[in-house]
DNA sequence: GACTAAGCGAGACGGTACGTCGCGTCTTAAA
DNA sequence: TTTAAGACGCGACGTACCGTCTCGCTTAGTC
């Protein structure tokens, strides 16, 4: 901070070095009480920043919290590589959802948001845009090689498929509450092979 | 003596009373700004009873919520008699669920209510006990009914089925917003037939 | 006479017992908390009585606190007997006061019920009634027998007196906090008999 | 930053602005109805101001209630000027403050919250400390004055002489009912002229 | 090198709803 | 008839956060 000519801050700096503070804040809050314990105040108590720098950002504490954890949750989720095994690039595919899941940051910050990403308009549209039309690319692409290698039938609907593979991810995590444990992508996986095979 | 069919008001009558203004006054409430908009002191103001009164019998607006949609929801989704046809009896299963989300109060009341459930200790497992556990009865009836007409395989996992069942219908309702649409229910059931088609 | 040997338990017993039941509850919570922390509720829970038998003998919890504390108030505060010293006749009229109201409770009591007592006509006309004029009667005599003593002035106006004898009393439980020591009585005699000495 | 003297609305500026709001909306609501009509919400309401401004500078409706009278009750006691007469000094007194509980603000205002002052530690303690020592320092210039010209006696307690003053004044006020006439001030400093007279 | 304006911290504010307390009324059922 | 039991409408409480709105300070980039 004083030193002089070290750090050059530039506007930009400033700005995302108070977002950042913002973000590790709003995670260490989420690690701590979940959605329900997020909030703005909260939020720019805990890194120093004003609420008027919060909302400057941010529309609410959902966007916020969904901001805080979008990294992990995009980078977590990559494309299947062809590795020629239709089986494995599915399992590719479901399995780091699944693990990503597991974690009890993310976990808990998917249940706290559920209800707003089903309620609010451009929360689910943004969801959608950003988050769930990506994952049918990748899963187009898994889907499209699996048809060419004769291991799923050629008219296998992509959309259907996903909510085959991720519905029960879902479903375990905010209702069942049946564990997401390491036996589940598999599991899920043959299932939908055979729902969706060849012949 | 009992006035024939005056009001005899006992205590449960007076119970029973305001019990059915709060009710419906709160589907009334949901059903114009659904959960997000159902508040105590609306309720309140609009059955004419007092905030204390509600508080008395629910501990807050999510109970009150699922209060009172219970009925509906319960009634709805009734055991599939034996039609001695496996994919009919899976059809009917998982048809009036659809068909209940499908209505405005209902789903706008799950999808304000997920978070809730997926997040409180007592109310998840009030869901569960009260909701998945008898779904789950009446599910592994149809299974044990397809394993014994051949028509499925017989390690036929219940729980997994009914992930597979009824995971892609609230996937929809809940992240992708794809309409539960009537051709909804017979690819899921079919998709589920060949996932676990005997052989 | 059915009750062969326990209890005749007429209606007037019972009515006797809850109304003790009722007293001795509201002194025992007077005790620890005041008048602040008495409530029918309070009352009714620790009595074992209904909160109707309640009103249906005191109006609000202020008369309630009077009755339970009237009997000490009354029985302690004697007219001075005849002992040949004004002096000593005045302080047998004011220190008895003093005495009462060093204790916790009926100090306590006192203060709490000071604001109703000034407030509410009901309450303050029984109060002066009940209380102040019994006791402007007792030192009028104590007066009259000054005067044909020749200690005080024939025109000694009673009540002027008596407010110089327990004003300062009453200032100092409500407002200076100063202590209610045994001085005092004896220094509010002498400046009383000061004031209105003969000559 | 001196902000030269237009409206420049600063913090304190609107600070100030809702604290008079507030007082004033006290006042009126005192006059009306006296401390029992009272309420946090009515103030709000009545002032258009938000609760929680309230309660951010008031712990709660007594100390609002004796800010709203403060400045009425403080400025209306004024320290006698030294006249060279030691009972038109002790008039000057007692007097305004005789006048001062006879207008019916002031007086509900005093009858209503005179229970809190004595049972509260904080209220109590403000009072005394804002309140009667002031009061007991001017008393005390009077006393000097008056024991020098040898109307009072040397030994003459300023704690006591203030009690017979006020002690008189406030039992008619709270208990006695009796009037607050234009007599009540010269009686009561004639008594306390004989009661600590010279000799 | 001085000036402008962006961005920020600070924090007061009006507001909504919360969940709680205790009031006093009322009705029923038992003694 | 009196009581206990207890549900109820009601008013107010004090609290938690919300999102908005200045206000000055600090600083970066422009003239």
């Given at each position: 901070m004083p030193a002089?000519?070290?750090?050059?801050?530039?506007?930009?700096?400033?700005?995302?070095?108070?977002?950042?503070?913002?973000?590790?804040?709003?995670?260490?809050?989420?690690?701590?009480?979940?959605?329900?314990?997020?909030?703005?105040?909260?939020?720019?108590?805990?890194?120093?920043?004003a609420k008027t720098t919060i909302y400057?950002?941010?529309?609410?504490?959902?966007?916020?919290?969904?901001?805080?954890?979008?990294?992990?949750?995009?980078?977590?989720?990559?494309?299947?590589?062809?590795?020629?095994?239709?089986?494995?690039?599915?399992l590719a595919f479901i399995e780091p959802l699944v693990t990503i899941l597991r974690s009890t940051l993310m976990s808990s910050v998917i249940r706290?948001?559920?209800?707003?990403?089903?309620?609010?308009?451009?929360?689910?549209?943004?969801y959608r845009e950003q988050f769930i039309e990506p994952r049918l690319a990748q899963l187009a692409l898994v889907i499209r090689r699996g048809v060419e290698r004769g291991d799923l039938r050629p008219d296998t609907n992509v959309r259907l498929a996903h909510e085959f593979l991720v519905g029960p991810v879902f479903y375990r995590l905010l209702f069942s509450g049946q564990p997401l444990d390491e036996g589940l992508a598999p599991r899920v996986t043959d299932a939908v092979l055979r729902a969706f095979a060849a012949q």
């Open positions: 002089s000519d070290s750090l050059p801050t530039t506007r930009a700096d400033r700005r995302a070095r108070s977002e950042q503070a913002i973000l590790e804040a709003t995670r260490a809050i989420l690690a701590e009480g979940g959605v329900p314990g997020l909030t703005i105040e909260g939020v720019a108590a805990r890194s120093g920043v400057r950002r941010w529309r609410d504490k959902d966007e916020l919290a969904l901001a805080a954890v979008w990294n992990d949750l995009a980078s977590g989720l990559q494309a299947p590589r062809d590795v020629g095994d239709t089986r494995a690039e599915l706290g948001l559920t209800s707003e990403i089903a309620q609010d308009r451009d929360l689910s549209h943004a």
